[in-house]
């Protein structure tokens, strides 16, 4: 059974930056891949960037383009949102999922 545990998020200031970490157990994300979400209060579950590492492919959504990048460590069981220049609108709860598996979320609040 595949489980994908996140860690990371919390109260960051607006033009900071934060990593969410999005770790595997009985799968590695070099074959499938990962997708990041976020739902803001009172909103929808959107859609922000995907990464899949073979054959290599990334993607991200205009809200996050250009200040956003995944990586994954060496082994390829763990995956790394990262997201710079966060403003207000990026607080929401975080979410990573790799075929019909997801995170349990995590909460990213930009306040000062």
């Known amino acids: 059974q595949v489980q994908l545990v996140q860690t990371g998020g919390g109260l960051v200031q607006p033009g900071g930056s934060l990593i969410l970490s999005c770790a595997a157990s009985?799968?590695?994300?070099?074959?499938?891949?990962v997708r990041w979400y976020r739902q803001a209060p009172g909103k929808e579950r959107e859609w922000i960037a995907a990464?899949?590492?073979?054959?290599?492919?990334?993607f991200y959504a205009e809200a996050v383009k250009g200040r956003c990048s995944i990586s994954r460590n060496d082994a390829g069981s763990t995956v790394y949102l990262h997201l710079m220049n966060l403003t207000p609108e990026d607080t929401a709860v975080y979410y990573c999922a790799s075929e019909d598996d997801w995170g349990q979320g995590t909460q990213v609040t930009v306040s000062s």
């Open positions: 009985g799968r590695t994300f070099d074959n499938y891949g």
């Open positions: 990464r899949r590492w073979d054959p290599h492919d990334e």
